[in-house]
Structures are given as structure tokens and as C-alpha cells.
């Protein structure tokens, strides 16, 4: 169930769930995420999600190394579902 959106809060379409939600929403933050990673170049797209090997600081770990792989996963194929639904529109 979804909880009740409140009538002065603004909505925005997402491309990921397919309907308005609230800008405040966890869809709307997802969306937010997948389309910052989206526009970014491959290769600093894949360091940011990989990491950088062998590297145990915190900030080159990437998502793999502080949400796992398959995280990183879920992410890439949202990714790639963003970018089909975008330019479908």
C-alpha cells in the first residue's frame, strides 16, 4: 500500500515507476540517484560503482565495496531501464 500523499506537496512524473510522485518520495529519491549515475561517463560511472580494486578508503570502495554487489547490480539494470524509459518518452 502506498502511504497517502498530502495535497500541497508537488508531485513530478517518474520515469521509473511510471506515475507522479511526491518530490519528497523514496521513488522520487531512486530516481534522483539512477539518473545522477546515468549521466555519468562510463568509466567514471563504473569506478564510482566498482571501485577502485584493492583500495580500502572509504570513498574508493565505490557502492560495491559499501552496499555489495548485488546492490550494484540492481543498480545498473535500473540504470539501463532509466535510460530505455527516457528516451522511449
Known amino acids: 500500500m ?4 498530502r495535497a500541497d506537496q508537488p508531485t513530478v512524473y517518474s520515469h521509473l515507476v511510471g506515475r507522479d510522485v511526491s518530490i519528497s518520495s523514496e521513488e522520487w529519491k531512486h530516481e534522483c540517484e539512477i539518473a545522477h549515475l546515468a549521466s555519468m561517463p562510463l568509466a567514471k560511472r563504473n569506478t564510482f560503482l566498482d571501485g577502485v580494486p584493492g583500495s580500502t ?33
Open 57 to 89: 578508503d572509504r570513498e574508493e570502495r565505490g557502492v560495491k565495496g559499501l552496499r555489495g554487489e548485488v546492490a550494484v547490480a540492481r543498480l545498473r539494470s535500473e540504470i539501463e531501464r532509466y535510460g530505455r524509459a527516457i528516451k522511449s518518452n
Open 2 to 5: 502506498m502511504p497517502a500523499r
